[in-house]
């Protein structure tokens, strides 16, 4: 067999498996952020240099070996902000994610169940809703709410609530109409057991692919909420809220004080999509990669 056969032979042998592999370095990196952030946040007493809420006594002082990140208008150290910072966003993150999964997803489960004016009700409202930009809604919402961190958990929480019920309605429509859930149900299975048993097992992965890429997009929805003072008031450390104070000092030269916190705020979001990304690029048919 000549080279040009064997190559054409193997490409067509292992073109299958491609985006399987990239899907796995996708969440493998994905998760190497993430848990990168998570132990920032953990460990942030042991590994912070200095207080962040306190000043250093260095005042605007540039990035160097005493101060890796510089220091901000009131002396203090951006790197140990940085640090703490990541347990407002986290907490807020993944506590809003939990709530609007724990909504959603039961909604979109009745709805594509049972169907009928139910379906159509909760249709009508989730697309409402889904008509407005997340952080635009997120901001009416906080706002009416009152600034504070479990309020903005509540806004958030409602904003991705039609991102999991569009999902997990377009699924459950799907499968309850496969033989085995027809099976299931002339076998004398109750309406509770069909869904807990026969329909959800098999939206799993869908449930953590949203999850994954909704904690993506909260985590930049969160910013912006923190940016415009709708979470912490000051001197408590959060990626947002640095950005909001530092960029008054940005036309002076002083970039450290925002480029730093957005950073953060970029590599988190993107180890969370690369994680939903790959796991959609894993579970997804071959015939719709």
Do not use: C
Request: glycine share 8%.
């Amino acid at each position: 067999m000549e080279n040009a056969e064997v190559k054409t032979l193997a490409r067509r042998l292992f073109k299958p498996l491609i985006p399987e592999a990239e899907g796995r370095w996708m969440v493998i990196s994905g998760l190497a952020i993430v848990i990168f952030v998570l132990l920032l946040a953990l460990l942030a007493e042991f590994i912070a240099p200095y207080n962040p809420t306190k000043s250093t006594g260095d005042v605007l002082a540039p990035p160097s070996l005493k101060h890796p990140m510089g220091t901000d208008n009131l002396g203090r150290d951006v790197l140990s902000r940085v640090i703490f910072g990541s347990r407002v966003v986290l907490m807020v993150v993944f506590t809003a994610s939990l709530l609007s999964m724990s909504i959603g997803v039961p909604l979109g489960l009745i709805s594509g169940y049972f169907g009928g004016k139910l379906d159509r009700t909760l249709s009508m409202l989730m697309d409402s809703m889904y008509a407005f930009p997340s952080l635009i809604l997120a901001i009416a919402i906080a706002a009416v709410l009152g600034p504070s961190i479990l309020n903005a958990m509540v806004a958030i929480s409602v904003v991705y609530v039609p991102t999991y019920f569009r999902m997990i309605r377009g699924q459950t429509l799907s499968i309850k109409s496969r033989l085995f859930v027809e099976a299931a149900k002339a076998m004398g299975a109750g309406h509770f057991k069909t869904l807990s048993r026969y329909i959800l097992p098999n939206i799993v992965t869908t449930i953590i692919v949203v999850f994954s890429l909704s904690v993506a997009d909260a985590i930049l929805t969160e910013a912006g909420l923190s940016f415009l003072g709708f979470i912490v008031t000051a001197p408590t450390p959060d990626w947002g809220y640095d950005l909001s104070a530092g960029k008054p000092y940005l036309p002076a030269g002083y970039w450290w004080m925002i480029t730093f916190p957005g950073m953060m705020v970029m590599i988190l979001a993107l180890g969370f999509a690369l994680i939903g990304e790959g796991l959609s690029e894993l579970y997804a048919p071959r015939g719709e990669r």
